[in-house]
């Protein structure tokens, strides 16, 4: 790194304006953000006008004459001002949204330094500043809080008291006192100097000055702190975001809700019974073999897509893909009174799905997707696997029996095989059982590759 650059990366830290560094290329980040800053523009432009409108009321209050109508006029610069920060805002740094911003101040301060034109009152130019006018900066800060960075915040508490400040000291300089006045006023007040100084027309009271500008740094600071800290509360929101949308990749989106208002780790090891179903293209390999690789992997994708979606619509949880296949539980990580209906609705589910994909293949000239799936419900052990990486994970003979069910549906050459065990736990659930079984045969004692017991089968 040259000299130069390291001195411009020095130097940067110390400039308010300089953007916070956020990382927009997490799209949860950069959304986050974007929606922040789009309510808070709309509440801030919104909170300024009906602030600018109350204080044009409460002007008229003060000064019921016409020539508050140049105040009134302020306000409406500002107000429309408002409209178009709105309009220039965006996450990161928007050089015109902070000219508007840097526009907004000027205004506010030529309006509460400069005598009102208006007026036919003649007053000396230091009792402008008995008004107590520099209030309403307050206004414009509090409505930045909503919409803008600390740093931002921060600039315009900076940027307030250099005008401010710069402003009375050449209204100072250039004023012109009235004679006698304050000659008058200390003869009256003799002995008591302080008051005299107090009460002194053409007196710009400089400690005063300095008192406003030190206490509204201060709370500019403090409100940019604040928002520092509200920003790094919505950076952690949005990587809560971010891992609840990751979970929703495997989970169905009621699991999440679950998961993500549990305070119970999923490492923790259990048993459970839940139901287990595989699903696999048949004959994929040789449907594969010859063909681009491109093409092999969009079907792949439009496959895994289809079925992902059955499994999350019946409320399952999508434990991995296997290739050209699926495997997805029922009841985890939390076992529900539905589980076997849901595993053995979703199964019928997939077969509709893959019906109607194929429909829309045949028209494309297409040829078609086979597919089979076995289901079991049995005791598996549930719990995070791994080291630095961890994983879900589900295993036990309930997964294995499920894997050569699916398998079997070659040798019937059926859509779907279910366990018995299926069948007696949709008993126990008592759900509509002849509709969920519908077009389900009995096959008992069979063999089954694998799995040492005879088992009696459901056939679809």
């Known amino acids: 790194m040259s000299d130069t650059a390291a001195n411009e990366t020095r130097f940067s830290r110390f400039f308010v304006t300089r953007p916070d560094q956020y990382d927009l290329d997490n799209k949860y980040t950069e959304a986050a953000l974007e929606r922040h800053k789009r309510e808070g523009l709309e509440l801030a432009v919104r909170a300024r006008w009906i602030a600018m409108g109350l204080t044009g009321i409460l002007l008229i209050f003060l000064n019921p004459h016409w ?29 015109t949204e902070l000219l508007l911003i840097f526009v907004d101040l000027v205004i506010m301060t030529l309006g509460m330094i400069v005598p009102n034109p ?6 000396p130019l230091a009792m402008q500043y008995r008004f107590d006018n520099f209030q309403y900066f307050f206004i414009i800060l509090a409505a930045g809080t909503l919409a803008y960075s600390w740093r931002t915040v921060v600039a315009i508490g900076s940027w307030t008291a250099l005008m401010w400040t710069a402003g009375w000291l050449i209204a100072w300089w250039v004023s012109t006192p009235i004679p006698g006045i304050s000659e008058r006023v200390a003869q009256a007040l003799s002995g008591y100097p302080d008051v005299a100084e107090l009460l002194d027309p053409n007196s710009f009271m400089p400690s005063q000055r300095v008192q406003q500008v030190i206490v509204f740094m201060m709370v500019a600071v403090t409100l940019g702190i604040s928002m520092r800290r509200l920003n790094q509360l919505l950076l952690t929101n949005a990587g809560l975001e971010r891992e609840r949308a990751n979970l929703s990749r495997y989970f169905s989106p009621n699991v999440v809700d679950q998961l993500s208002q549990n305070d119970e780790p999923l490492k923790q090891v259990r048993k459970e019974n839940i139901a287990v179903l595989f699903i696999d293209i048949v004959g994929f390999t040789k449907y594969a073999a010859g063909r681009d690789p491109y093409e092999v992997i969009e079907v792949l994708r439009g496959f895994h897509a289809r079925m992902e ?19 997805a539980t029922f009841g ?12 053995v609705a979703c199964a019928r589910d997939m077969v509709r799905v893959v019906d109607r994909w194929n429909v829309e293949r045949k028209r494309q000239g297409e040829p078609e997707i086979q597919v089979g799936i076995g289901v079991h419900y ?39 095989v279910l366990s018995d065990a299926i069948n007696v736990q949709l008993q126990q659930e008592g759900q509509n059982l002849p509709e969920v079984m519908e077009g389900f045969a009995k096959y008992e004692n069979q063999t089954v590759r694998g799995v040492e017991e005879r088992m009696d089968v459901w056939v679809l």
């Open 67 to 95: 020539e508050v109508m140049w105040y009134h006029f302020i306000l409406l610069l500002i107000c429309a001002n408002g409209w178009l920060i709105r309009r220039a805002g965006q996450v990161g740094q928007s050089r």
């Open 118 to 123: 208006f007026s036919d009152d003649v007053r």
């Open 309 to 327: 979606t059955e499994v999350f619509r019946h409320h399952g949880t999508l434990d991995k893909y296997l290739g050209d296949g699926l495997m």
């Open 332 to 343: 985890t990580p939390v076992p529900t009174p539905l589980d076997a209906t849901n595993a």
């Open 378 to 416: 049995g005791s598996v052990v549930l719990g995070d696997i791994g080291a630095n990486r961890l994983e879900f994970a589900v295993i036990g003979d309930a997964v294995n029996v499920a894997a050569k069910l699916e398998a079997l549906t070659r040798d019937f050459g059926a859509r779907a």
